[in-house]
Structures are given as structure tokens and as C-alpha cells.
């Protein structure tokens, strides 16, 4: 999905726009599931995807349950520097044990991150990003 459709009841603003990806930036994928980098085709000019980069403008990161969420939102967080940081869930979880947003708010907090944007990535996905505390 390159650009979302009002028809769909998506806002119509192409993806890494709304993530907020710039040109140049390395976007980290953690976790992200198999052929991600396919819903957004249309990078700015020099940004890239990695999964292994140290240095990173934008981190989003797809916890897989929420105990993996409770376990590494600590060293996800500390390994930010200064980009910004997209925790994702899947859409419409209710069983015990996966994630919502509320669970996800709660461990980015946790961390001392605050929270700032959620947004739907795609029909599956939801994300809600955050960035290190002002101080």
C-alpha cells in the first residue's frame, strides 16, 4: 500500500510521510514482518531501511506479544539515541497476552519515553510513536 484511500478510512497521507521518515533518515526495523519495507515504496530521497543499523533516525519496532513488549521496551528505548520510536500492534487483539495500545502506551511511558502520534500503519498494523523526554 503506497498511498492509503479515504475509501479505505485511511487519511489519504502516504505512509512514510505519516511515520514521519525524512530524506536521508535510516529507518531501523525491528521485528517487522516479512516484505514491510513493500508498504512503503516511495522513500524521500537517500532514507533507507535497515535491520541491523546503529545509528537510526526512526525505530519501528513490532513487539511480539506483550511480554516481549514488557522485556525489551528498556533496551529498545536505550538504544534510540535521538530518533524517534514506532511501537506497532496488530489491529483488534483481544486474547490474553497480546498487545494493546493502552500495553503499549504503558511500557514506552515506562521507559520514559512520551508519546505523541498514533496512527494506522496499514489494515493490520497500528502504531504509536515516541520520542525521548524533554528535558
Known amino acids: 500500500m503506497a498511498r492509503e484511500t479515504r475509501a479505505g478510512g485511511y487519511s489519504g497521507t502516504p505512509l512514510a510521510k505519516k511515520l514521519g521518515v525524512k530524506p536521508g533518515h535510516v529507518v531501523r526495523l525491528v521485528d517487522a514482518p516479512a516484505g514491510f519495507e513493500r508498504l512503503l515504496p516511495d522513500l ?36 534510540l539515541g535521538e ?6 500492534w ?10 494493546r495500545e ?13 508519546d505523541y502520534k498514533v496512527a494506522a500503519v496499514d489494515a493490520v498494523w497500528s502504531g504509536l510513536k515516541f520520542a525521548r523526554r524533554r528535558t
Open 90 to 99: 496488530r489491529k483488534g487483539q483481544t486474547a490474553p497476552g497480546t498487545l
Open 44 to 79: 524521500p530521497p537517500g532514507a533507507r531501511f535497515s535491520r541491523t543499523a546503529r545509528n537510526r533516525d526512526l525505530t519501528l519496532w513490532f513487539p511480539k506479544d506483550a511480554a516481549d513488549l514488557r522485556r525489551r521496551a528498556g533496551a529498545i528505548a536505550s538504544a
Open 102 to 114: 493502552d500495553d503499549v502506551r504503558d511500557a514506552g511511558l515506562g521507559v520514559g519515553l512520551v
Open 83 to 88: 530518533g524517534g520510536l514506532w511501537i506497532c
